[in-house]
Every structure is written in C-alpha cells, then in structure tokens.
C-alpha cells in the first residue's frame, strides 16, 4: 500500500488545497491529511474545526483521511503512520523554493520523499491568508472555499 501525508494548516481550507488532496488520492492507495497548529499564526478556525471541515469536503474521496498532526516533525508523523511520501501543492517559484529545504530536511531525517504537484492555475493566487484578509474586509470569497467553510464563517459571524 502507498500512503502519502498532506500537511498543512488549512486555515482555512480552500479549492486549491482540495483539488492537491484529490490529485493526490489518484497517486496513492491512502492519503492522510494532516492538519497542524502553526504556533505563529493566529487561526481563524480551532484545530477540532480544521479537522471536521476538512473530514467534510474531502469525505467522498477514496482513500482520504483526516487527523490532527500534533507536536512534532512532520517526518516523524509521516514515520508513524508508515507513509512513505509527503504530497505539496505549489502555486508558484517562490512556494517551490520554501518547500525545497523542508523536503531535503524531511528526506534525511526519515527518509520520506516530498511529491511536488503543480497547482491548479485556476487557483494559484489563493492563499489561507489572503481568504481571511478578503473576508474580513467584507469580500466575496465564495469562488474559492468549499461551502462548508462558507457555512461555518456565516454561522459563527467571522469577519465582515
């Protein structure tokens, strides 16, 4: 069986991010999304609400699951749960060279290799960030998030 981790914080998720995780479920016999906490960003949504949305949008793909990644290194988790791949979404260069590092870091810590997939350019311009800062300013974001995202930013009146 081959089992790649998605990581990321998805918060929040966005098309993009789903289109990788399902590109992904055609490479690979089982995907893990992993949904980690960045300690030096303050989340729009908690952990638990990352997870459930995710567990959500991505609940009809074959394969797919979703949990939390907890503390520690993403090549450790990847260890622990037997994957032997980390799948990435790139937008652009620049995503290409930040991730470029991490890769070769998480190859020689644990041996898992990084698969680096080309984005959608339907959606390269879309980040978790920019989706926050547009919807706190009262833009429509409903082109680029799922409406599970959509549903859980009306009902809890974040932003606008």
């Known amino acids: 069986m081959r089992r790649a981790v998605c990581p990321g914080s998805f918060d929040p998720v966005h098309k993009g991010h789903i ?32 997870v ?6 991505v609940g009809g793909l074959r394969g797919v699951t979703v949990e939390p990644m907890g503390q520690g290194l993403l090549a450790e988790f990847c260890r622990d ?8 979404g790139l937008r652009s260069e620049a995503d290409y060279q930040y991730e470029v590092p991490m890769a070769t ?14 984005g959608d ?13 547009v919807h706190k300013l009262g833009g429509d974001i409903s082109d680029f998030v799922p409406t599970a995202v959509l549903k859980r930013l009306e009902s809890q009146n974040f932003g606008s």
Request: glycine share 2%; proline share 0%; charged share 25%.
């Open 19 to 50: 289109e990788i995780i399902a590109r992904a479920s055609n490479l690979f016999d089982e995907v893990i999304v992993a949904v980690s906490t960045n300690y030096n960003k303050k989340h729009l949504f908690s952990e638990e609400e990352r």
């Open 52 to 57: 459930n949305i995710l567990a959500e949008c």
């Open 81 to 88: 749960h037997g994957a032997e791949s980390i799948v990435k």
């Open 105 to 118: 870091m998480n190859r020689h810590l644990t041996g898992v290799e990084t698969v680096f997939l080309q």
């Open 121 to 133: 350019q339907t959606y390269a311009h879309v980040s978790s960030s920019l989706i926050k800062e």
